[in-house]
């Protein structure tokens, strides 16, 4: 009986050790998912709706390299600030404001996901503007109110840090 206690002891001794080694490896398992696979943006604003809203948690991409016009991306412009925008046109292409609308390489650029007018903002960008080597530009949806391409320039395809792969509602808790 005595040596049947003692083996069940052995069993509980080394079973936290079989246990928190695993919890490290889950535990170093998701930080390298969420360094190198996939990362977190909170839409701030209105500048993409309709397509996102206030307050969305974007789920994006790190390891999607193929960007296309058309891709909604986060980047980060070298004011350290991150934003969730539209590519709206890419190296080698010149991009156009006239009468509220788009033009990329001499084309109406359809976009039913627009809302508002896009008009030239204060800015340093001066059209028509062709784009360089590694260079995209991005705007918002909601081009009335959106801080993009238009106010703070192009953007490197370094800059952008993954592309739109899901996004869902966030519940917020008013604290009173």
Same mark, same amino acid.
């Given at each position: =009986?005595?040596? +049947?206690?003692?083996? +069940?002891?052995?069993? =509980?001794?080394?079973? %936290?050790?079989?246990?928190? $080694?695993?919890?490290? %490896? ?5 930080? *390298? ?10 839409? $701030? @604003?209105?500048? =993409? ?5 206030? @307050? ?20 980060? #412009?070298? &004011? ?6 539209? #590519?709206?046109? =890419? ?6 404001? !006239? /009468? ?14 627009? &809302? ?6 204060? /800015?340093?960008? +001066?059209?028509?503007? !062709? *784009?360089?080597? /590694? ?7 909601? +081009?009335?109110?959106?801080?993009? &391409? ?11 840090? @993954? $592309?739109? %792969? ?6 917020? #808790?008013?604290?009173?």
């Amino acid at each position: =009986m005595r040596k +049947r206690l003692h083996g +069940r002891y052995d069993g =509980m001794k080394y079973g %936290w050790l079989r246990d928190t $080694k695993r919890f490290l %490896w889950l535990l170093l398992l998701v930080f *390298l998912l969420l360094q190198l696979v996939v990362g977190f943006s909170i839409v $701030k @604003g209105d500048s =993409m709706e309709p397509t996102l809203h206030s @307050g969305e948690l974007a789920i994006y991409l790190r390891i999607a390299g193929d960007y296309e016009k058309g891709d909604v991306v986060s980047v980060k #412009i070298p &004011s350290g600030t991150y934003y969730v925008k539209r #590519i709206i046109a =890419m190296e080698g292409d010149t991009i156009d404001l !006239r /009468g509220g609308r788009v033009y990329v390489n001499g084309a109406l650029l359809e976009e039913p996901y627009v &809302s508002g007018e896009t008009h030239g903002q204060a /800015g340093a960008v +001066r059209y028509p503007l !062709r *784009l360089q080597e /590694g260079q995209v530009f991005v705007m918002g949806d909601n +081009r009335e109110v959106s801080m993009d &391409s238009r106010n703070f320039g192009v953007v490197g395809v370094g800059q952008i840090k @993954g $592309k739109l %792969w899901f996004r869902a509602g966030l519940v917020y #808790i008013k604290q009173i």
